[in-house]
């Protein structure tokens, strides 16, 4: 399937669909639990605190709950705690910190304050004996097992399945919670897609874009990263209505796209902002979900719309790690990157 020597990114994402299928196994229960939480405390709104593609998990959930149930949800920087030493000033609200290795000083600096200023505080972290963890009322495992590889893949799509089950316990989506049960098949097809015949033309672009919206913009952002991370190409991730505010005006200067569909209500502003790319004669790669769509990356349809970007980004991970082994990388080990990085 990989047509090269199994690097251990490699070997990560070849284990996601086992990885998630352990995860809904022994903590499907607990994220369940604590979106009824959730539910029954009726939030005014949620912070939550992250960092690199946590952050991007962090915000697949902000599009989630916004979108579906309305309650803001804002990303708060982790110095307004570490540094400027702020209380943060809001009443009936939660954090949520979400982290791989959960040893970064600042976002356990941010989940301390929120519980000094009253506020509710979960920990969604693979290591549930990190200094975040102590910081928290609540802890919830990501589940992911040891990550060994630099660029976070498997840990990335665990931490989407946990906030995706969240918010279906919240909002009490029986449809929602049924489709995460069959999450792990669904990604095990999604494996199968290969982008890389396509992928190897975006190496020859000087910048890229990434481009979706609503929970897609999450994965935009997240391939955005990988393609820095493993590559070494500079990608940069918008919404398909921002991008037009702007950013488009350099889409000439030998810029591609890589574009993510989605099956809900976003889906037609995306398909019209690649009519707008494609007039200014960029390249660009789009998914789709339509047959119609002559040329689009293979996609894996979830059994649930808001599921489609965890099987998208799965598709792509598998081609950005060939395309670093093609552009002679390293994805096990990029250049000045440590697996766990402290900030304060």
């Known amino acids: 399937m990989w047509g090269h020597s199994m690097t251990i990114m490699a070997k990560e994402i070849a284990s996601i669909p086992e990885v998630v299928a352990n995860q809904l196994e022994q903590t499907l229960a607990l994220y369940l639990a604590q979106g009824e939480h959730l539910r029954q ?66 976002l356990a600096a941010l989940c301390s304050k929120a519980a000094q200023s009253g506020l509710a505080t979960v920990a969604l972290v693979n290591n549930t004996q990190s200094l975040l963890s102590k910081s928290a009322h609540t802890v919830l495992p990501i589940g992911a097992g040891e990550e060994k590889a630099v660029a976070a893949t498997k840990t990335f799509v665990c931490s989407l399945v946990a906030l995706a089950s969240i918010f279906a316990g919240w909002a009490q989506d029986k449809d929602l919670i049924k489709a995460i049960h069959q999450l792990p098949s669904t990604l095990a097809i999604a494996l199968q897609n290969n982008w890389m015949p396509d992928f190897a033309k975006l190496a020859k672009a000087k910048g890229l874009f990434v481009i979706s919206r609503g929970p897609g913009i999450a994965i935009a952002h997240e391939a955005a990263l990988k393609f820095k991370e493993t590559c070494g190409l500079h990608a940069e991730a918008f919404s398909s209505a921002e991008v037009l505010h702007g950013p488009i005006a350099v889409a000439q200067s030998n810029f591609a796209a890589l574009c993510f569909a989605t099956r809900e209500e976003a889906g037609p502003g995306i398909l019209e902002t690649i009519g707008h790319l494609r007039d200014a004669h960029v390249p660009v790669l789009e998914t789709s979900f339509s047959a119609k769509r002559r040329g689009a990356l293979p996609v894996t349809q979830a059994h649930h719309p808001l599921l489609d970007p965890i099987c998208q980004i799965v598709s792509f991970y598998r081609a950005v790690e060939s395309l670093s082994v093609q552009l002679g990388g390293d994805p096990d080990s990029p250049a000045l990157l440590s697996k766990v990085t402290v900030t304060l």
């Open 41 to 106: 405390q009726q939030p005014n709104c949620l912070i939550t605190c992250a960092r690199g593609s946590s952050d991007h998990a962090a915000l697949f959930f902000k599009y989630l709950v916004e979108s579906k149930l309305g309650v803001p949800v804002c990303s708060m920087g982790p110095s307004i705690a570490s540094i400027y030493g702020q209380p943060i000033v809001t009443k009936n609200a939660s954090l949520i910190a979400v982290s791989q290795s959960g040893g970064s000083k600042d």
